[in-house]
């Protein structure tokens, strides 16, 4: 059973824009919080956002503050990052992640996870 699924990834341009979303399949998951992790070829799946259920506590890690942004519309159940002044290094698949716990989605132990989006930041 898919809970998350993720779209909106691409190829873009160093220095470009890009949204990926994270759709939820059961409206249980509006209350829960959810986050974005990503994992570059031959490295670890690190940390990249984090949401709160309501939308009101957001945390990125230090590699992206100041041009990602994650948000999330509960209405919809889906999650977004948006991500400006894209660079080559920030080329991975980019992961969606959800749990009831706070700390577990912004450690990476989510009891959820979608399948991936591939984004890649050309020179």
Known sequence: QVHLVESGGGLVQA????????????????????????????????????????GQATRVADSVKGRFTISRDNGKITIYLQMNAL????????????????????SGRSKYWGQGTQVTVST
């Open 15 to 54: 220095g470009g824009s890009l949204r990926v979303s994270c759709a939820a399949s059961e409206r249980t998951f509006s209350l829960y919080h959810m986050g974005w992790f990503r994992q570059a070829p031959g490295k670890e799946r690190e940390f990249v956002a984090v949401i709160d259920w309501r």
């Open 87 to 106: 660079d080559p290094e920030d080329t991975a698949i980019y992961y969606c992640a959800a749990d009831p716990e706070y700390s577990s989605v912004v």
